[in-house]
């Protein structure tokens, strides 16, 4: 008996180390801030450990031959702000402060945590702020009043001792989408 109380140890501290993550995307295709059709990427992680809080990265949305854009749980939704240098509000076109602004969110949601599979609405109000000086030419999705809908769907993954989930690559760059 005293030979497998080890492996119990060993598997118990497993169990309670254990957890559940999910991986959440969805793709579409819409215009990017030039008005060129690219595919576009929603992706997030969440992790429901057996013991304790679940937890859930940022969103990220991915426009193919684009800048990644953030959006994150804050005390007002699932938003998405505008850095200094970066962006700029396309409504009066003002530049985004060094606290940045609100420049998108998750359309009826407060946490990444209440997001499930199914249909998502996010908008977007900001557009990339680079010039012919720019080092890189940032690109996103155009911004519109109108949210961009998505359909998100969920996998999940048990591990024992935890591990970092498999994340989908970003959407192959090329010169537009038919």
């Given at each position: 008996?005293?030979?497998?109380?080890?492996?119990v140890?060993?598997?118990?501290?497993?169990?309670?180390?254990?957890?559940?993550?999910?991986?959440?995307?969805?793709?579409?295709?819409?215009?990017?801030?030039?008005?060129?059709?690219?595919?576009?990427?929603?992706?997030?992680?969440?992790?429901?450990?057996?013991m304790?809080?679940?937890?859930?990265?940022m969103?990220?949305?991915r426009?193919a031959?684009?800048?990644?854009?953030?959006?994150?749980n804050?005390?007002?939704g699932?938003?998405?702000r505008?850095?200094?240098?970066?962006?700029r509000?396309?409504?009066?076109d003002?530049?985004?402060?060094?606290?940045?602004?609100?420049?998108?969110?998750?359309?009826?949601?407060?946490?990444?945590?209440?997001?499930?599979?199914?249909?998502l609405?996010?908008?977007?109000?900001?557009?990339?702020?680079s010039n012919?000086?720019s080092?890189?030419?940032l690109?996103?999705l155009?911004?519109?009043?109108?949210?961009?809908?998505?359909?998100?769907?969920?996998?999940?993954?048990?591990?024992?001792?935890?591990?970092?989930?498999?994340?989908?690559?970003?959407?192959?760059c090329?010169?537009?989408?038919?």
């Amino acid at each position: 008996m005293e030979k497998y109380s080890g492996l119990v140890l060993v598997l118990l501290a497993g169990l309670l180390n254990g957890c559940t993550t999910y991986v959440y995307q969805g793709s579409m295709s819409g215009p990017d801030s030039d008005g060129v059709q690219r595919d576009v990427l929603l992706y997030w992680t969440k992790t429901d450990p057996l013991m304790g809080e679940p937890k859930a990265d940022m969103a990220h949305l991915r426009t193919a031959c684009g800048a990644l854009v953030v959006y994150e749980n804050r005390e007002s939704g699932v938003v998405f702000r505008g850095q200094a240098g970066r962006d700029r509000r396309v409504s009066g076109d003002q530049p985004a402060t060094v606290d940045g602004f609100e420049c998108g969110r998750f359309v009826g949601k407060n946490s990444l945590l209440d997001v499930e599979k199914g249909p998502l609405e996010l908008t977007i109000w900001c557009a990339p702020d680079s010039n012919e000086f720019s080092v890189q030419k940032l690109r996103y999705l155009k911004a519109r009043e109108a949210p961009y809908r998505f359909q998100i769907t969920e996998s999940r993954q048990w591990h024992f001792f935890g591990a970092t989930p498999d994340v989908p690559p970003p959407p192959p760059c090329r010169e537009s989408v038919d």
